[in-house]
């Protein structure tokens, strides 16, 4: 039987502001990765080792962010956190707020989250460029321990219509994020009609099945899944506005 | 490292109206089978066996499906089946067509589709109850090769904000689909907001990568995975209509 292993990387030690993520992760997985694995990293560690913490006790929180905290409970100053993170509020009812980050994502919260981070005030944001991240972290590999490889920066989103979040890929590094069938003939011969695979999605929420939630372990290696080399980018995954019948 | 494998089970035959397709899942299993495994079967062969299958000669357009199929060049036929195996209409422009399905699952289309089925007028729905198949299965393969596992019956649907589509269970038995962390420590020992994860979902997604969109792949095994033994359905992955912002 074809196949591919999803093999989880324990023990990663707690990662700090300005620490050498890249060296990091290269020492922890220098023994195991081998060339063409997809590595998949949660946005998390990497966040944290770009200084994307914001203690709360420093925001100032907006009219409108006190407001709407005020009226469900939340904290003012994390809400105001969350409109500073996005470009666009695309509902805001409920005490949920889900906007368009300045990366373009659509997610809860703009990806700002108080889980996983240490002290009751500290937030963490999404990585700034988490396409660069994952390119950064890709050509640090290739040096040491000299393997190429493709990586993936992953978070966990919600989604319209079905209950429970699910990994995706918000940084794409040496892989095409999609594979794209369309035109192909499918095993009767027929041109197939709308497959574009979102397989860099696929392989974060795999990576996902092997990381938990409880179990800190931020990194998994993907074996055996024969991606499209590429310079890659999570844009890719995102609806383009012309197309997107949910705004 | 702790991981999971993901096994995709080649040659197998095509399936037809009426043909004993738990059997013939069993036949294909039945060597590499082991307990506590996921079998993720997409749902083409389920619904083929079932005989899901229209064919659209045998379809009178309604008014509505005639004049949204001329405005955007589609067969009025096949909106007329889209519109059958709907219960609501979310959205519909550009010649796109996203429903509620009688089992609740929004997606395009109602989940009818062209690609991968025999003759250029015929188009397959979704199986008429995902979970009762699933658990049909279940019970088939508990009975003969006589392993306990869990059965996931997937298909491709689009997701708002991204593009491309991944796979995502449609029908469930044996496990529960979502694994829920809420009021769970975290490393840090802060509760988790927000993580209950829709592990259904990314089995099933985790399973496309070895299936592809070509190779004719409709089985694959996801081997180390630790669910939580449930009855299980599908419809605990749906998003409750009252908590759903995006209808």
Redesign the interface.
């Known amino acids: 039987?074809?196949?591919?292993?999803?093999?989880?990387?324990?023990g990663f030690p707690e990662v700090r502001t300005d620490d050498d993520i890249n060296r990091m992760i290269s020492g922890a997985v220098a023994t195991?990765l081998r060339p063409r694995d997809v590595l998949v990293v949660t946005h998390k560690i990497v966040s944290k080792a770009e200084g994307r913490l914001v203690d709360l006790r420093t925001v100032e929180p907006s009219t409108l962010a006190k407001g709407y905290a005020a009226r469900y409970g939340k904290d003012p100053r994390q809400i105001e956190v969350v409109l500073r993170e996005s470009r666009r509020i695309v509902?805001m009812?409920?005490g949920?707020v889900?906007t368009e980050t300045h990366h373009g994502?659509?997610c809860?919260n703009a990806g700002v989250d108080?889980?996983?981070?240490?002290g009751?005030d500290t937030v963490c944001l999404l990585p700034v460029d988490p396409d660069a991240s994952a390119a950064r972290l890709r050509d640090a590999l290739a040096e040491d321990p000299g393997v190429e490889v493709a990586v993936v920066i992953s978070d966990?989103f919600?989604?319209?219509?079905?209950?429970?979040?699910?990994?995706?890929a918000i940084g794409v590094a040496g892989m095409d994020?999609?594979?794209d069938?369309r035109g192909?003939?499918?095993?009767?011969g027929?041109p197939?009609?709308?497959?574009?695979?979102?397989?860099a999605?696929?392989?974060a929420?795999?990576a996902?099945?092997?990381m938990?939630?409880?179990d800190?372990?931020p990194l998994a290696?993907?074996r055996g899944?024969a991606y499209s080399s590429a310079p890659g980018s999570a844009t890719?995954?995102?609806?383009?506005p012309d197309?997107?019948?949910?705004r």
Do not use: C
Not at 114 to 118: F, Q
Not at 236 to 240: A, S
Not at 243 to 246: A, G, Q, V
């Open positions: 039987m074809r196949g591919i292993e999803v093999l989880g990387v324990e195991d509902r009812d409920r949920i889900i994502f659509v809860a108080a889980s996983n981070v240490p009751d966990s919600g989604r319209a219509w079905r209950h429970g979040i699910t990994d995706v994020p999609v594979a069938y192909q003939p499918d095993p009767h027929y197939m009609e709308a497959s574009v695979l979102a397989v999605d696929e392989l929420a795999a996902e099945l092997v938990g939630k409880t800190g372990i290696i993907v899944y890719e995954l995102l609806m383009p197309r997107d019948m949910f």
